[in-house]
DNA sequence: CTGCACTGCTCAATCGATGAAGCAAGAATT
DNA sequence: AATTCTTGCTTCATCGATTGAGCAGTGCAG
């Protein structure tokens, strides 16, 4: 046996007294404003010493709770589980360390009352500033803030009462489908419309994109088959479903696809390989969204990677400007390769 | 323009005053206890309705310093950028909040130096435990959260000063190089010694996984080449390097692969793509950890799945029972598809 | 009518860190 | 010698929530 017990947690109390000075001696000195408050350097040095030799960490609570600002920042994200939210928590996480912010991340798993909940226990611990990820009802999070003290920022979906910062959907969408035209265009001889798939037809960001689709068949003559627009959801089997449904009214697939996410291309992928089309009639895809496996799949996939990096700068702009002040839509281009 | 100033904190002084009670009273009933506190369920309503009009949430600095335990559970995680991490930190979270906890994460990009700033920030917000995960220096860690009144685990990678949660790395290393050894043996009607590729030699995981690679070649007496055991690291490129050098001296590659994570593969996969062998002569691999895209990729790709959920609920168990008594290895068999 | 139990609250100390205000002793100025 | 200034500290109130102790008022038994 062997037991781990953990010491007691040292106070500022406990090193003043193995210093023989005071608690407030001590809280100047590890705060660095020692000089502000007139501590000589022999004791500041002493200070120093023996808090290291104790494996002194301040108490944030305490700290905090006496400070005014907390430089606590939040975030709410849908999920971890593909690049793009991966990337988002990861940068911001960098970014926020950058600038002397503790950021605090919670998923909330695309369910409306755990986002909910979530941001309430975020306001709890005195976050500053909160933003909202993907959010189901990014409104409803804005108001708790604003009546908690805080302020907030809508990423990747936009809401009405806060500043949001997305993806510039439509023209990500408008040229991403120009591409896919034209790749399948070069393979197969014509230009023929494409399939969009995926998403929710509810959601700013794919409204965006069907709009973008829509524009880019436009802009090169194309007719969109109406019935060929499937904003069936984002989940992979909803993907599959939806395919599975067209191939039984139509007989086949078209020949170009435009999937809205690397979740629903997931699905997408699934059907094709164990569908019952050869392999040389596989389709030209485009795929709003990055993921570095599909990049190296023997398809030739074009994929608009979100612009992460960008997003996140103009979040820390506007956290470090201080400026809330009225609610501006910021549109990040997106990236191809 | 639109002024979003965020009003002033709600407290427990003010909702006392709008209720013509005292805070203790409003304090008592907010956190449920207010039967213990003979409370009357009139005036319990009455400030529960007032709280939630004045849209209250504790201040958790105030709380937690008064209190002697945090609740809080904090993780580190080297990464976010692949599904096995993911995984761990979305599966983590959950399973915390089920239990009451409030988890905390905090990326540490495989920095030595920024691990330890991040386990010490950890100690400031008064964590009850820490889980390292995949960290470079557990007992480092360790060794501060005893310093700091924490307990701590390891996760994925293990330590020797506290217990440690990890994969079966031996045996699922053993049963996939198995698998891979057979799915090759089919392909090309002959047992043939595998290319171990992958991961650090230092490491414990990596080390372990050898031995189950060469444990599993003998199992069916093949021969291993011991220069055909590459442990160069878990970077993408460090992978194709590897391969490039082995091409360059020995003009090809052999025709089955044990790669390491799914990082390594993703450079194993792009120098495949690139490289001037021809389609059919695509080695057969195994890889130990999964990913929905590769699971599509042309290639039969034999995976080795992490437990993840097996492995939280080990970790779980353990802070639930509150033992971090004697410093155990618990090892968590991997699975197949 | 006194004593005791019970109900329904309030008071005040406390958690640890912070910083404005103040104090004592020596140095410098008049 | 009397005064101001400067240095180097300490004292104490404070942040908001929690909780042991205590205090009025009512009900009921003896």
Sequence with gaps: MNHQRPQKKTTIYDLAELAGTSA????????????????????????????EEQGYAVNMQASLLRRDKSRIIGMLVPKYDNRYFGSIVETFEIMARERGLFPIITCTLRNPELEVEAARTMLSYQVEWLISTGATDPDRITDLCLAGGARSLNLD???????????????????????????????KGALLPLLFIGGRGADHNTAE?????????????????EHHILACGYAPEKAADA????????????????VNSTISLEGVMRWLKSSPMGIDSQPVIGCFDWDPFVALMGHEIEMARQDVAGMLNAVFDIVESGDSGDRKLIEIQPIFA
């Excluded at 001696?25 to 404003?33: D, F, K, Q, T």
């Excluded at 936009?158 to 997305?166: E, L, Q």
């Design 24 to 51: 407030s001696a001590v809280s100047a000195v590890l705060n660095g404003n020692w000089k502000k408050r007139r501590i000589s350097s022999q004791l500041a040095d002493k200070i120093t010493k023996i808090a």
């Design 243 to 258: 395919l599975n449904a067209l191939v039984t009214s139509e007989g086949s697939v078209p020949a170009g696809l435009f």
């Design 157 to 187: 979906l936009p809401g009405s009462k806060a500043t949001s910062i997305i993806s510039d959907n439509f023209g990500g969408a408008r040229e991403l489908t120009r591409r896919t035209l034209l790749n399948l265009q070069r393979k």
């Design 209 to 225: 994109r069907i709009r973008g689709f829509r524009t880019a068949h436009q802009d090169l003559g194309v007719t969109i088959e």
